[in-house]
T-cell receptor
Framework: RKEVEQDPGPFNVPEGATVAFNCTYSNSASQSFFWYRQDCRKEPKLLMSVYSSGNEDGRFTAQLNRASQYISLLIRDSKLSDSATYLC???????????????FGQGTILTVHP | DAGVIQSPRHEVTEMGQEVTLRCKPISGHNSLFWYRQTMMRGLELLIY????????DSGMPEDRFSAKMPNASFSTLKIQPSEPRDSAVYFCASIRSGGYTEAFFGQGTRLTVV
């Protein structure tokens, strides 16, 4: 089983739609979680961190369910500029240390069309 | 700060040749990661260092791959001998150790082995 699994998509949605991405992780000791965005032929960049209580940044909402080892990202009122690959990322600290291993999901491709 | 700097940006080499990829992390970041990205397998973690010490190299595909971090400002990933299946984009990322800290990626090296 992969350490981080994502709904592969691709998702093809019209402008203004709401779209949700899901991700599961296998290591219950994982401690921090993120969503990254990657544009075509570019490097990944941080979109937002995911906190236990859930968090929102404008049109983007991230949720974490530790019991189910599940992370989600919701995009409301999608824009053409949201077209990208969205990567779920899990940070698992080595025991007793402050540094961790960043593991990426396969990514979900989103295309927003007019 | 100029961000994470990788070189070269593109590399085309013949099968059997040695390839060396270079990375300069952001000053003050103490963890460094090497990833390989392909369409089929997504972003795979090859190896990561903390304070210049290799922590986990379980993702290194085989003995042809080696990585070093002789000091806090420089790391190399070497492939010898290279094979066509090594063709991919290789990313380096650095992070300041801790929980919800952001990983910054270099622009990647696009390697083609013919």
């Amino acid at each position: 089983r992969k350490e981080v699994e994502q709904d592969p998509g691709p998702f093809n949605v019209p402008e203004g739609a709401t779209v949700a991405f899901n991700c599961t992780y296998s290591n219950s000791a994982s401690q921090s979680f993120f969503w990254y965005r990657q544009d075509c032929r570019k490097e990944p960049k941080l979109l937002m961190s995911v906190y236990s209580s859930g968090n929102e940044d404008g049109r983007f909402t991230a949720q974490l369910n530790r019991a189910s080892q599940y992370i989600s990202l919701l995009i409301r009122d999608s824009k053409l500029s949201d077209s990208a690959t969205y990567l779920c990322v899990v940070n698992t600290n080595a025991g007793g240390t402050s540094y961790g291993k960043l593991t990426f999901g396969q990514g979900t491709i989103l295309t927003v069309h007019p | 700060d100029a961000g994470v700097i990788q070189s070269p940006r593109h590399e085309v080499t013949e099968m059997g040749q040695e390839v060396t990829l270079r990375c300069k992390p952001i000053s003050g970041h103490n963890s460094l990661f090497w990833y390989r990205q392909t369409m089929m397998r997504g972003l795979e973690l090859l190896i990561y260092f903390n304070n210049n010490v290799p922590i986990d190299d379980s993702g290194m595909p085989e003995d042809r791959f080696s990585a070093k971090m002789p000091n806090a400002s420089f790391s190399t990933l070497k492939i010898q001998p290279s094979e066509p299946r090594d063709s991919a984009v290789y990313f380096c990322a650095s992070i300041r150790s801790g929980g919800y800290t952001e990983a910054f990626f270099g622009q990647g090296t696009r390697l083609t082995v013919v």
